[in-house]
């Protein structure tokens, strides 16, 4: 059985490309929902089970975190992935592991409240509070 459709992190976005742009810079030329491509790289001397990933454009964008790689390399036959979104750590992609094309998750809508009233009854005009009346206040 086939694993569900899953978000992965893409880390490594900080370092330098060999050749092109920055990771950085085309993290952000990637538009949600384009593909990307995961490539082995078994002769990376800090890890021969990493798994990097290439935009549509063929540069490369950052890796698969290390912790999975051992297995997403052993379903790289059948993984399809796109590009989901840029994140303050590198991107995120949207990746299948049955053939099918991914399809991008729908976001929640984020719940916005109204603030909660002042608990200490003071409103925006009087901010900063007053300091009370005490006994040394004529000192």
């Known amino acids: 059985m086939a694993r569900p459709p899953m978000s992965i992190a893409v880390v490594g976005a900080g370092y330098p490309n060999k050749r092109g742009p920055t990771r950085r810079f085309e993290i952000a030329m990637c538009v949600p929902g384009e ?65 099918s094309t991914p399809v991008l998750p729908v976001e929640k809508p984020v719940e916005r409240r109204a603030p909660a009233s002042d608990p200490d009854g003071y409103g ?3 901010w900063p509070p007053r300091e009370p009346k005490d006994d040394f206040s004529s000192i």
């Open 35 to 99: 593909s990307v491509e995961l490539r082995r790289e078994p002769k990376n001397p800090a890890d021969s089970r990493a798994i990097g990933v290439y935009s549509e454009r063929g540069i490369q964008i950052g890796y698969v975190p290390a912790e999975q790689a051992q297995w997403i390399g052993g379903q790289l036959a059948v993984i399809r992935a796109i590009f989901q979104r840029a994140d303050t750590f590198g991107a995120v992609i949207r990746a299948t592991f049955d053939g």
């Open 124 to 126: 925006d005009d009087d």
